[in-house]
């Protein structure tokens, strides 16, 4: 367009790339149905592990993308109140629902609940890609399981009819596994990558509770939280303990460290015999083993705290994103995240000594450059972001 007198022309933005996914406006009857099925999600189970999270997030990115997600459950709720607020309007249908009122299904994605392979034949007749999403390390749990867990069966695989495999990118190593296992070709068009995505709605309940840490006042202990499940190597709270015994002997002065899941580890004569008793911070009775915590309780009953996290193949997770948000200091060695909060390489007990102590002097006068880090990091993997839209839409084609 010609350029007029007095017409002003805008000069572009530093962002100017990012545009929304082009989606037309639909009617909901008229839009593509994403069945994903999963247990039943409850207020006693949102905050057992990540894995309903991911559910309800994918939910929230289907819908953002012009998609009708609906969740597929083993049983519907029958009481309302045990429905945390956030999720009363979701979309919800068991199975027999879906036998009994066919639809036109573009998806149909196992995430939290698998169903019998003569349904997933039933989806695909009727031409919707069945696709199974591992977003847990799958290799290690089955790994572990027959050699530690002799009597447990659970079925997180039934095999059958599934056209594809996807996993989050930090399981990409178990990706051949996944597909061999269920009869799936290991080849590129059937095993796919699936962008990690988080958001905070669920942390701040769609923003009726803002969680947020503040500076320890002049008459509060310093506190530490170590919140790992401690059911496998894979996240288990024994180097973060290290790094607080070595922080401590090295300047011993009043502190609380609160190992959450710690019960199963006071069970264990090994640990009692080997680590527990020779720690200082036992000695001087610093340290207490509980039961589990759910991270909002943490930040609403320790606003002071700094969160220490410790994980091997699983560098991708939940707590450390949600302690960001809220703007705790949170030291973890996730090699993706290495830019952002207090980070340490691998299993070094220094180095997450030293990241410690980096957050112990600068995080209190640095708050809005570390809200500038936890920002960018939930726009990295934000369920709006353009750029995961996009490829989020070439694996449901």
């Keep these: 367009m010609d350029i007029l007198p007095g017409m002003n022309e805008c000069e572009k933005g530093p962002s100017d790339a990012c545009r929304v996914l082009a989606v037309p406006w639909q009617p909901l009857q008229s839009k593509k149905i994403i069945l994903l099925a999963t247990a039943t999600i409850n ?204 922080n401590y002997r090295m300047n011993k002065r009043p502190i609380e460290v609160l190992v959450g899941n710690g019960e199963r580890l006071m069970k264990n004569p090994f640990f009692i015999e080997t680590v527990f008793q020779n720690l200082e911070l036992v000695k001087d009775n610093r340290i207490t083993f509980s039961g589990r915590h759910d991270i909002p309780s943490i930040m609403r009953d320790h606003p002071h705290a700094t969160a220490i996290c410790h994980q091997w193949n699983n560098q991708y997770n939940y707590m450390i994103l949600e302690y960001l948000h809220a703007g705790f200091p949170v030291i973890h060695n996730a090699p993706d995240w290495s830019d952002i909060g207090y980070f340490y390489e691998g299993h070094s007990v220094s180095g997450g000594s030293a990241a410690l102590m980096k957050a112990k002097i600068h995080h209190g006068d640095n708050s809005e450059r570390y809200k500038s880090f936890a920002e960018t990091l939930k726009w990295r993997h934000s369920i709006y972001n353009p750029d995961v839209q996009k490829a989020w839409q070439e694996l449901l084609v």
């Excluded at 953002?64 to 997600?69: D, E, N, Q, W």
């Excluded at 990409?172 to 095993?191: F, R, S, T, W």
């Design 43 to 246: 207020d006693g189970s949102l905050f057992v592990n990540g894995l309903f999270q991911n559910v309800f997030i994918l939910y929230k990115l289907f819908d953002s993308m012009g998609y009708a997600p609906i969740l597929v459950v083993n049983d519907k709720p029958k009481d309302i109140n045990n429905v945390p607020p956030i999720l009363r309007h979701v979309r919800m249908i068991t199975v027999e629902d879906v036998v009994r009122s066919p639809m036109s299904i573009h998806v149909y994605l196992e995430i939290g609940m698998s169903i019998d392979p003569s349904l997933r034949r039933l989806f695909r007749t009727t031409g919707a890609k069945v696709a199974k999403l591992y977003l847990g390390n799958i290799l290690n749990i089955d790994i572990e399981t027959p050699m530690f867990y002799t009597g447990m069966h659970f079925a997180h695989h039934i095999v059958g009819e599934i056209d594809e495999i996807w996993v989050s990118p930090h399981y990409k190593q178990h990706q051949e596994y996944a597909a061999i296992l269920n009869h799936v070709e290991p080849i590129p068009e059937c095993m796919k990558i699936a962008p990690y995505v988080w958001d905070p709605c669920i942390l701040t309940m769609d923003g009726t509770r803002k969680p947020q840490w503040r500076p320890r006042k002049s008459d509060e202990t310093e506190m530490y939280v170590i919140l790992e499940p401690n059911i496998s190597f894979q996240k288990c709270a024994l180097i973060p303990i290290m790094i607080l015994e070595r």
